[in-house]
């Protein structure tokens, strides 16, 4: 079975973000999981245009809020991304079916649901006085090191170039 990660967006408000990470993710075969409220309609045509033709080439999931994704996901492991978390992303191990949390653009993932998992937050390290990267840039980032320590299972790695005919 190929490997497979969940990427959630906690409250997302800007829509090229979300339609960029929706490329991404079915680059990667992953699922997307939105939970509400959003700061955008899902029709948006910003939305829409960032995540050119492959919104029906990914598998999306939508939450009322944080609890509904809970609660349907009891069982989940989650890592929760932060530029205050004390753990770098890549010295952890990412199994199949995990689950990389986000959160909004403008104040990140909650703060009492990062005390409630600080052992499962994770950071990208950066410069001091920064306050992030792009969201969309982060979650691209955080899947591709899921897929590398997974050997990038079930992707296709190698292209191939058309061979030019030249008129002389």
């Known amino acids: 079975m190929p490997f497979?990660?969940?990427?959630?967006?906690?409250e997302p408000e800007i829509p090229q973000n979300t339609g960029n990470i929706a490329r991404t993710c079915a680059a990667l075969g992953a699922s997307l999981h939105l939970i509400k409220p959003l700061g955008f309609v899902i029709d948006d045509k910003h939305l829409k245009r960032a995540g050119l033709d492959y919104w029906d080439k990914l598998d999306i999931f939508y939450y009322e809020n944080i609890e509904d994704f809970y609660a349907k996901h009891p069982d989940a492991l989650v890592y929760y991304f932060s530029k205050k978390a004390k753990h770098r992303y890549d010295n952890v191990?990412?199994?199949n079916d995990v689950y990389l949390m986000f959160g909004?653009?403008?104040k990140g993932i909650p703060e009492q649901v990062l005390v409630d998992h600080e052992e499962y937050c994770l950071r990208m390290p950066m410069?001091?006085?920064?306050?992030?990267?792009?969201?969309s840039n982060t979650v691209a980032i955080a899947a591709y090191e899921a897929y590398r320590q997974n050997d990038f299972s079930g992707l296709q790695?190698?292209?191939?170039?058309?061979?030019?005919?030249?008129?002389?």
């Open 93 to 95: 191990p990412y199994p």
């Open 127 to 135: 410069r001091e006085g920064l306050r992030s990267l792009n969201l």
């Open 104 to 106: 909004k653009e403008t």
């Open 4 to 10: 497979h990660i969940n990427i959630v967006l906690h």
């Open 157 to 168: 790695e190698e292209g191939q170039l058309k061979q030019l005919h030249w008129k002389e």
